[in-house]
């Protein structure tokens, strides 16, 4: 027999005809062994690139940021807006003409600018009211300023409402600057009037202008009786967020930031050459140089840190998130749009156990209220009804009595007849002979 052809031997291991692979005698020598592959979790993946792939698209999609700046005229707000993002967007201030006419009301004016930093775009514009705080009679000087804030967020909410929401435009304000007159003593009424107002509708910054007409200890002075001030009337200002697992680095930068506000800044977008021959931006005085950029003039540095580098991102998602939401679910329900609170609402597995539990206690005991009042209420109608069945059995049990007695009374009566001799009743004869008598006469 050839080699081609198996032999009775193999054909005794095999299975119609095709050798059984799990007969320990058929093993083939020439088939080499393939090892099992394991993937394991400590080896590389790739989606530790999620956070390039954000910055990418980030990057190519570019930002937008909206500051508006409250305050007096003169405080020197177009100049520190110039100072923050090295840019002119302000031009020089011509002052008016004493025959000129004023504005009458505060205007609300907004510039908007391109800016290109290392490759990142940013769109930023500013908010400025021009007039604010100018008049004799300031009590309504708040209302344009927080008309524009809701207009912007109406205009927001109606994009969100579109069909169509590919492109959204955020035009909301995610910082306001509010510049503080250094008078050095506390808040003006004004200012707490127009905080009060604002508070709950932008990330409020407060900002002490000019500090360089203050001394150190005057501003050190200043800062608390306005903090004192704030604290008093329940403004909420914008503190930097803390979060888990933070660096000590970036805590005590926090806690640093925290420490200076508000902020005693000078603003200046001049460069001066100071006695060393630096080129500095800042102001020159008979007595000195004030420098912008020095942290021992002035909290400039912290104000740009925690606006521009820092705390951007934040100043944003806050403005969504809360600031927008609250007056969006405020908007909705004053339009008579209802929602239930429990949609969309993160539930803590143990809390909601806990809740159900007092609502299962509140329902066992409105129960017991229930059956208690259904108790008592069946006992009054059964002693009513008892009390009824007493006083019928108390009614004929006295003409029960009374005819008895009654009875007695006739049988004691025919008694005594009986016992005297007389008869019980009128004899016939004598009856007819009175009738017969009475006819004869």
């Known amino acids: 027999m050839s080699d081609s052809y198996l032999s009775a031997q193999d054909l005794s291991h095999s299975h119609n005809g095709y050798p059984n692979a799990s007969d320990p005698s058929f093993a083939p020598s020439n088939v080499p062994s393939v090892p099992t592959i394991r993937k394991k979790l400590m080896g590389y993946v790739g989606f530790a690139n999620l956070p390039n792939q954000v910055h990418r698209k980030s990057v190519r999609k570019g930002f937008q940021f909206t500051a508006m700046v409250v305050g007096e005229s003169g405080l020197g707000k177009s100049t520190l807006v110039n100072t923050l993002f090295n840019t002119t967007l302000y031009p020089p201030k011509v002052p008016l003409a004493p025959s ?6 505060v205007a609300i004016e907004s510039i908007g600018a391109d800016i290109d930093e290392n490759g990142v775009r940013l769109h930023l514009t500013v908010v400025d009211t021009p007039g604010f705080g100018d008049f004799v009679n300031n009590d309504d000087s708040w209302r344009p300023i927080v008309e524009n804030i809701e207009s912007r967020f109406d205009s927001y909410l109606e994009q969100e409402n579109r069909v169509n929401r590919s492109k959204i435009v955020d035009n909301r304000i995610h910082a306001c600057l509010y510049f503080i007159q250094p008078t050095g003593h506390s808040l003006k009424q004004l200012d707490i009037e127009v905080m009060r ?5 932008v990330n409020l910054i407060p900002i002490i202008a000019k500090a360089d007409t203050l001394t150190d200890e005057e501003v050190l002075q200043f800062k608390q009786r306005v903090l004192s001030d704030i604290a ?4 909420q200002i914008f503190q930097a967020p803390t979060y888990e697992n933070e660096d000590e680095e970036t805590i005590a930068e926090a806690e640093e930031i925290a420490s200076k506000i508000p902020f005693a800044v000078v603003g200046s977008d001049q460069p001066i050459q100071t006695p060393d021959g630096r080129i500095v931006r800042g102001r020159v005085y008979p007595w000195g140089v004030v420098e912008v950029d020095n942290e021992d003039h002035c909290d400039f540095v912290k104000l740009r840190q925690m606006l521009v580098r820092t705390y951007m991102e934040e100043l944003r998602e806050y403005t969504n998130d809360v600031l927008y939401e609250n007056w969006r679910t405020e908007k909705l329900l004053s339009m008579g749009v209802l929602q239930d609170s429990s949609v969309f609402k993160e539930i803590n597995p143990a809390a909601r156990l806990q809740e159900e539990r007092v609502m299962h206690e509140a329902k066992l005991a409105k129960m017991e209220a ?29 003409d029960m009595k009374d005819t008895l007695e009654k009875q007695r009374n006739d049988l004691e009566d025919k008694k005594r007849r009986l016992e005297s001799g007389r008869p019980l009743t009128p004899e016939k004869g004598s009856t007819q002979r009175k009738k017969g008598f009475l006819r004869s006469t």
């Not at 000129?100 to 009301?105: F, Q």
């Not at 008093?232 to 403004?235: K, L, P």
């Not at 229930?370 to 049990?397: D, G, I, N, P, T």
Request: zero cysteines; charged letters at 45%; glycine letters at 0%.
């Open 100 to 105: 000129e006419e004023r504005p009458k009301t």
């Open 197 to 201: 107002r604002l508070h709950t509708k």
């Open 232 to 235: 008093y009337h329940n403004i």
């Open 370 to 398: 229930e059956m208690k009042m259904v108790f008592s209420q069946k006992v009054q109608e059964k002693e009513s009804k008892l009390k009824q069945s007493e006083e019928e059995l108390y009614a004929r049990h006295k």
